[in-house]
C-alpha cells in the first residue's frame, strides 16, 4: 500500500478518495447542461453554506442543527437554475425504488439535498417541453462510480467562468488518517486568471499540475 502523507492529493485527487462515496453524472448536449450527483454508500451528516443574492436550493433547510433529519441520501449538484432543482426528484425516484430513504411508516423518503447554477444562456437549445433534468438525474444516478470526469462534465457541462468555460472540478487532501474531498460546478463571474496573463489566480495552490501546469504570473500583482 502506498503510504500517503499529510497535505498529498489522494490517488484520484477526488471527492471519490473520502471512503464511501460514489459520484454519477450525466449531460444534456443539446441543451449544454448537466447533472452530478453524490451518493454516499451509508446516509451520510450534512451541513450548508448558502449565500449570494439569488440561491437556488432545495432541502437545504434540512441540514441545520434544530432539524429532526440528521443525514442524507444524496446531494445534487444542476445546472438549469430552477428548472434545475426536479433532478433532486429524479434522485428520489431512483433511491426510493431501492428501499432508501428516511423511515415514515412503511414507506421510505429519500433526503436529497439540491443546489443549481444558473446556465439557461450559454448558448444550448433550452426550448424543452419537459426540462431534461429529472431524467438526467435518474442516469447519472445509474452511472455512479468512483471515477469523476471534470471540465465539460455533468452540472458543470454548461458552466461559465467570466469569458472562460467553466465547469466540474474535484480534488482530496490527505489530512491525518482522514481524507478531505472537494467538488465543485464553477459558474463564477469574473475573471478567474491574473489580469494580462493566462495564470489562474489559483495556480500557487495547483498540485501535480491538476490546473495545467502553467507558468507563474510575471506581471505584478494590484495592491
Known amino acids: 500500500m502506498t503510504p500517503w502523507r499529510d497535505g ?6 477526488a471527492l471519490t478518495d473520502v471512503p464511501g462515496l460514489r459520484v454519477g453524472q450525466a449531460e444534456d448536449r443539446t441543451a449544454w447542461t448537466g ?13 450548508c453554506d448558502i449565500r449570494g443574492g439569488g440561491p437556488g436550493t432545495r432541502e437545504t433547510d434540512l441540514l441545520g442543527p ?26 428520489m425516484e431512483h433511491l426510493a425504488g431501492r428501499g432508501i430513504g428516511f ?17 439557461l444562456l ?7 417541453t419537459t426540462p431534461p433534468y429529472r431524467a438526467l438525474a435518474i442516469r447519472a444516478c445509474e452511472h455512479a462510480s468512483l471515477d469523476i470526469a471534470q471540465g465539460n462534465a455533468g452540472a458543470g457541462y454548461g458552466a461559465k467562468a467570466g469569458r472562460l468555460k467553466g465547469g466540474l472540478g474535484t480534488a482530496s487532501l490527505r489530512v491525518g488518517e482522514d481524507w478531505v474531498g472537494a467538488l465543485v460546478a464553477a459558474n463564477p463571474v469574473g475573471s478567474v486568471l491574473h489580469p ?4 489562474f489566480w ?8 491538476e490546473l495545467g501546469g502553467r507558468c507563474r504570473p510575471q506581471s505584478r500583482l494590484p495592491a
Not at 196 to 199: I, N, R, V
Open 196 to 199: 494580462g496573463t493566462l495564470s
Open 66 to 91: 434544530s432539524a429532526m433529519v440528521e443525514r442524507v441520501h444524496a446531494i445534487c449538484l444542476s445546472g438549469g437554475s430552477a428548472f434545475g432543482l426536479d433532478a433532486a426528484s429524479g434522485v
Open 202 to 209: 489559483a495556480w500557487p495552490y495547483e498540485q501535480l499540475a
Open 122 to 128: 450559454n448558448g444550448g437549445d433550452k426550448t424543452w
Open 35 to 47: 447533472v452530478t450527483v453524490v451518493l454516499p454508500d451509508s446516509p451520510a451528516i450534512a451541513a
Open 103 to 119: 423511515p415514515v411508516g412503511t414507506a421510505r423518503v429519500p433526503i436529497v439535498p439540491a443546489a443549481i447554477l444558473f446556465d
Open 8 to 13: 498529498q492529493p489522494g490517488p484520484r485527487n
